[in-house]
């Protein structure tokens, strides 16, 4: 039986069931969330929870603790955040553009990750993006294969990715500033509080690689 003590967030655990049946839930009595398996093991023996591929934003949020080195790890970015960068050198998007982007969900899973950087919808979108009509028309399979498309838009992308990831950075810089005034007024950080912090240093120091890798390129 696994036991885990509620604190200020209720934990739910997500049991991955193969050949091991077991039956789990929050016991009022002991104030605890148990997880019991129905299949015999010697005592002493070692079992395992699988949380499942997630990344430490919802390893926080769900289960209440966080991974030193985690592959999943990523900040997204938001459509509307992506658009706001790029659209001031843009006279618009024309409608073969949007729909190659609906059609491929070129708008979705737009991320930079702790293990690959920029997400693959979110190269194609910045591409796509960058390309103008007369080789878009011709050239619009390269974007999704991969291939290079020219030095002048290659260098409009990589402007852009460096603008977006420098973006959310900046974003961070303010946050920065009311947890400062945060550690003025409280002597004592709460285990959430501090869970957070790391969170957020953590997500810091990726996006900072990959703004690095992009600049070095």
């Keep these: 039986m696994a036991c885990f003590y509620k604190t200020n967030q209720t934990r739910f655990i997500r049991v991955v069931k193969s050949d091991v049946s077991v039956q789990a839930g929050f016991n009022q009595e002991n104030d605890c969330y148990e997880i019991r398996t129905l299949s015999g093991y010697n005592k002493s023996t070692q079992v395992f929870i699988n949380y499942g591929p997630h990344d430490n934003q919802k390893l926080l949020m769900e289960y209440g603790f966080i991974l030193p080195k985690n ?5 997204p970015f938001s459509k509307d955040l992506v658009f706001s960068l790029v659209m001031p050198e843009m006279c618009g998007i024309s409608q073969r553009k949007r729909e ?3 059609c491929n969900q070129l708008d979705k899973d737009l991320c930079c990750s702790e293990e690959n950087g920029l997400s693959w919808s979110a190269l194609v979108l910045l591409r796509i993006l960058a390309m103008d009509e007369d080789n878009f028309k011709k050239d619009w399979h390269r974007v ?3 291939e290079s498309l020219g ?5 409009r992308v990589s402007h852009w990715i460096k ?3 420098e973006s959310v950075l900046q974003s961070y810089q303010e946050a920065d500033k009311g947890i400062a005034a945060h550690l003025m007024s409280h002597n004592n950080l709460s285990v959430n509080m501090r869970l957070a912090l790391q969170l957020q240093y953590q ?3 990726f996006l900072e690689n990959a703004l690095q890798m992009v600049k070095l390129s």
């Design 71 to 75: 592959m999943h790890n990523t900040v």
């Design 100 to 102: 190659l982007i609906s």
């Design 144 to 146: 999704l294969t991969g």
């Design 151 to 155: 030095k002048e838009v290659e260098l």
């Design 163 to 165: 603008c977006l990831i």
């Design 203 to 205: 997500e810091k120091q």
